[in-house]
């Protein structure tokens, strides 16, 4: 199991390089992290728990488009505010989370984004937030706390 671990990392770390030089990913990393996050919950395993995360997926891109329209009377989201990549990586991220759990996840993980990309910019300026890129980031974070340190980031939830 803790070679499929590593496999996520690695995975993850070459979607946060790809997005922070290139501003794209391959299109299939995200397929990868998914099976590897199937893999690693697979006797867990709750189709219920990641529908609800994907209708919540969808609630949020419905009123990204909604925004996106009334705000700049257009529907190009994919084209200049959100990246195709970063829904994938959303996406990707379900199978490691139970539904309260992912939503917690999806929060802290775009704060995170904002507060990251604020200090970067500082560095370095920069017109688009590598948001697949910072969540990965976040991502390993919590997969090294969870599985090489037995840490928890959602144990003060209670859930």
């Not at 728990?49 to 919540?56: D, V």
């Not at 996840?105 to 688009?128: D, E, M, N, P, Y």
């Amino acid at each position: 199991m803790i070679i499929v671990v590593f496999a996520v990392i690695f995975l993850l770390a070459v979607v946060l390089f790809q997005d922070m030089k290139h501003r794209a990913i391959w299109w299939f990393l995200p397929a990868l992290v998914f099976a590897g996050g199937i893999v690693l919950q697979y006797p867990n395993f709750q189709f219920t728990n990641q529908l609800y995360s994907l209708l919540f997926i969808g609630a949020l891109m419905a009123f990204l488009y909604l925004y996106i329209y009334f705000r700049f009377g257009n529907f190009d989201v994919f084209k200049r505010y959100f990246g195709f990549g970063d829904l994938l990586i959303l996406i990707a991220l379900i199978p490691f989370f139970e539904f309260t759990n992912y939503v917690f996840f999806f929060t802290a993980a775009t704060l995170a984004s904002l507060v990251l990309h604020g200090i970067v910019s500082l560095i370095r300026k920069q017109q688009s937030v590598p948001y697949a890129g910072y969540v990965s980031l976040v991502l390993i974070g919590h997969l090294c706390l969870f599985y090489f340190f037995h840490l928890s980031i959602f144990s003060f939830l209670n859930v």
